[in-house]
């Protein structure tokens, strides 16, 4: 559907972003659902473009593809260190915010907003596959 | 993103326009934090309208932990009001609405912190 490779940087979002939304859009979205599809991917490119590569610069590939089980896939690509945001222990939502460790909340946000998230190692690339359900 | 802010008896109401995302969110909490320094126990209690924040994600989250965090640290008294609907979801999902106080209106807010900025106040 469409494809961009942007430098693994917080300066790339907007960018990124852009995309999957013009993605989204063509998709048939309503706005609000293109909303939370917009925030669940911020939050996982900006940990891409905060954590992937702590000692250097990279790229990070933003992939959006409709398969062919009615489901819009939002595909996250990097070739930064080894990153299963699912096998992060989750933040104990029920602390108050004030006295917990601060950030950890992107994850809640992407696994409550998106109806899948995958994630697996090939070679050196991390592949965060974010899927929404097309609504028929 | 920009801060309007207004005095209304011993309540700063500060009212935040905009999109809140990691990219803006280092820019409102640079606006933000400042504003705050004024707010503690009855002489002076913050209030953040949402009403024009139509997008917010983790980072300005953190930053209105830091918000929190500094009116704690002062004694002072710091409520939320009138969250669009992406907010409230947000809130929900991070379970900030069980810790912070939100109103669903700038009125209702007013009305629990101050009973003379409510009368003072004559927006809804």
Do not use: W
Not at chain 1, 88 to 97: E, G, I, K, Y
Not at chain 2, 100 to 124: D, I
């Amino acid at each position: 559907m469409a494809t961009i490779t942007l430098p693994a940087h917080l300066d790339s979002l907007t960018r990124g972003l852009t995309l999957v939304v013009e993605c989204a859009i063509a998709a048939g979205f309503p706005h609000a659902r293109i909303t939370e599809i917009e925030l669940a991917v911020e939050e996982a490119l900006a940990n891409i473009c905060l954590y992937a590569y702590p000692d250097s610069s990279g790229e990070v590939e933003v992939r959006c593809v409709r398969d062919e089980t009615q489901h819009f896939l939002i595909e996250l690509i990097d070739t930064g260190v080894p990153f299963d945001l699912l096998a992060r222990p989750a933040p104990d939502l029920t602390v108050d915010p004030t006295q917990r460790q601060p950030g950890g909340l992107g994850i809640p946000l992407i696994l409550a907003l998106m109806d899948h998230v995958t994630y697996y190692r090939e070679g050196d690339r991390n592949i965060l596959r974010l899927a929404v359900r097309l609504s028929l | 993103m920009e801060l309007q802010t207004q005095d209304i008896a011993n309540v700063l109401l500060i009212r935040v326009e905009g999109r809140i995302d990691h990219t803006t969110a280092k820019h409102f909490q640079d606006l933000l934090l400042p504003q705050l320094n004024s707010c503690s126990g009855e002489a002076k209690k913050a209030l953040l309208d949402l009403s024009g924040v139509h997008y917010m994600s983790s980072a300005g989250l953190r930053v209105l932990v830091l918000a929190a965090r500094q009116c704690q640290q002062q004694q002072g008294e710091i409520v939320l009001a009138a969250l669009p609907p992406l907010l409230q979801e947000v809130f929900r999902i991070s379970r900030f609405d069980l810790v912070f106080k939100v109103f669903a209106t700038v009125r209702a807010a007013l009305e629990h912190l101050s009973p003379t900025a409510a009368s003072a106040y004559s927006g809804a």
